[in-house]
């Protein structure tokens, strides 16, 4: 799972904090390296992966609010609650222990120094009420769950019981979301490696993703097609492939 620092002159948001006790206090010292005032964190979606750790953090940087829209912060409260079992069974003795709940955010426009940060609901993908954020200004979108590179979509939450095809297809939507914004780079939160991607090809693994999650065959895919699935193929591509956000 990846965490994300957008930070200006002086200030910075945390978009994400993991759930394990150990990674929590790895990231809260990779905000302190920064040498930045963290202001706020903000959790994507309400799965525990993504704010467990925000009270790790919050101990080097209390002033921080920890904010959320209101339908990740019902899940959240869910996650925290009658999941808790789940979370301490994948992952016994290393769980957060001091976790707080996000706050419910009444402005989905955050300045961060005067530059928005936009927080974007995109409907249910790997569960309810998922978000994305979106930072027009260097055409950044951090993902969250919404967007995967190299993992296979999480399908098995099922918080809101309905149809398989029918959570595909939200998931899709989600996806087309984060395509309308037309962002530069993005960031996807489970992938192989730590690093933000152009979104180019951001968006061929998004339309694997996709294809996967439509149960088609990819060559049938128009968007892969227009947008290079081949580059994505080749292995040279790969090799020169340079991320253009820090
Ligand atoms: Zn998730």
């Known amino acids: 799972m990846s965490a994300t620092l957008i930070y200006g002159e002086r200030d910075a948001i945390l978009i994400d904090a993991p759930h394990l006790e150990e990674q929590s206090r790895q990231v809260a010292e990779w905000v302190l390296a920064s040498g930045k005032n963290l202001v706020a964190m903000y959790a994507t979606h309400g799965h525990g992966d993504h704010w467990f750790g925000f009270s790790e953090v919050a101990k080097h940087f209390p002033d921080a609010r920890m904010i959320a829209t209101e339908g990740t912060v019902a899940l959240a409260e869910f996650t925290a609650g009658q999941r808790m079992a789940f979370w301490n069974s994948q992952f016994p003795g290393q769980i957060v222990k001091d976790i707080v709940l996000p706050e419910v955010i009444d402005d989905y426009t955050?300045?961060?120094?005067?530059?928005?940060?936009?927080?974007?609901?995109?409907?249910?993908?790997?569960?309810?009420?998922t978000t994305f954020v979106h930072v027009p200004s260097i055409g950044l979108v951090v993902a969250g769950d919404i967007v995967y590179n190299g993992v296979h979509p999480y399908l098995a939450g099922g918080e809101r019981a309905r149809p398989l095809p029918e959570r595909r297809a939200d998931w899709i939507a989600a996806i087309d979301k984060i395509a309308a914004v037309h962002p530069r780079a993005a960031s996807p939160a489970w992938r192989r490696a730590l690093r933000h991607h152009p979104w180019r090809r951001v968006l061929v693994l998004a339309e694997f993703q996709r294809v996967a999650l439509a149960g088609q065959p990819w060559w049938l895919s128009p968007p892969l097609k227009r947008y290079g699935a081949r580059s994505h193929q080749s292995r040279s591509a790969r090799a020169t492939y340079r991320p253009n956000v820090r």
């Open 110 to 129: 955050f300045l961060l120094e005067g530059e928005e940060v936009r927080f974007v609901e995109a409907g249910d993908s790997d569960g309810p009420d």
